[in-house]
């Protein structure tokens, strides 16, 4: 089955002490991106990929990190998490071939809910 | 600048009642793609629909159409008959054609559909 995997899904944890939250995709895509939700706020991109060893900024990546060393692997990275990370995070990944069936349609993994005290 | 407006933030009906959200987009891109995604109370993310900025037919799904109108740079999407499985956050999506990088979303409409 096509899907995005993403662990933990459910995480409290303690301000400072990094965590790291991973993220797996066996559709073979090129582009891996990670979102943030929040009410009122909608998804906003935090780090995208465009293939190994590519990655840039979104609109919101402070105190994220991301690395992207396997094309089926792009976990997000919190050094020192602060309560202001508090939020639904979504990994997602989509096929890059332009015009191309399926081509920018973001398959989502399940969401990990984190919470920083 | 890309931005993508839901200016409904909660909507609430009765079953079997039609009901429409609004999307309305800016950008500069003169070919662009746009999405609809819903996210129901268990959470997940799904895809219903991708468009082309070159292609304006509206479209229709079952109970779901979707209308698209470059003029007034807007995607809506409309529910007939609506359903208690309806019940559900949806976001409108834009992103460029080439590449995709930047897919941005709205902030979402959240749709009651009371039984």
């Known amino acids: 089955e096509a899907q995005v995997t993403q662990n933990p899904r459910y995480l409290i944890t303690v301000t400072g002490k990094k965590l790291t939250v991973t993220c797996s995709q066996n559709m073979n895509h090129e582009y891996m991106s990670w979102y943030r939700q929040d009410p009122g706020l909608g998804l906003r991109q935090i780090y995208y990929s465009m293939n190994v060893e590519v990655t840039d900024k979104g609109d919101v990546p402070e105190g994220y990190k991301v690395s992207r060393k396997e094309k089926r692997n792009f976990p997000l990275i919190l050094e020192s998490p602060s309560p202001n990370q508090t939020s639904l995070y979504f990994c997602a990944s989509s096929s890059t071939v332009t015009g191309g069936f399926g081509a920018n349609v973001l398959t989502f993994g399940a969401g990990s809910r984190l919470t920083v005290l | 600048a890309q931005k993508v407006t839901q200016a409904q933030t909660e909507i609430s009906v009765v079953e079997k009642e039609d009901v429409t959200l609004d999307c309305v987009y800016e950008t500069r891109d003169t070919t662009y793609y746009l999405f609809w995604y819903k996210q129901p109370p268990s959470g997940e993310l799904v895809f219903l629909i991708r468009r082309n900025s070159f292609d304006e037919q509206n479209e229709i799904s079952g109970r779901y159409s979707w209308n698209f109108q470059k003029s007034t740079s807007s995607f809506n999407f409309t529910i007939t008959a609506s359903q208690v499985v309806d019940s559900a956050v949806y976001f409108c999506?834009?992103?460029?054609?080439?590449?995709?990088?930047?897919?941005?979303f709205g902030a979402g409409t959240r749709l009651f559909v009371k039984a």
């Open positions: 999506a834009l992103s460029p054609y080439t590449g995709g990088f930047k897919t941005i």
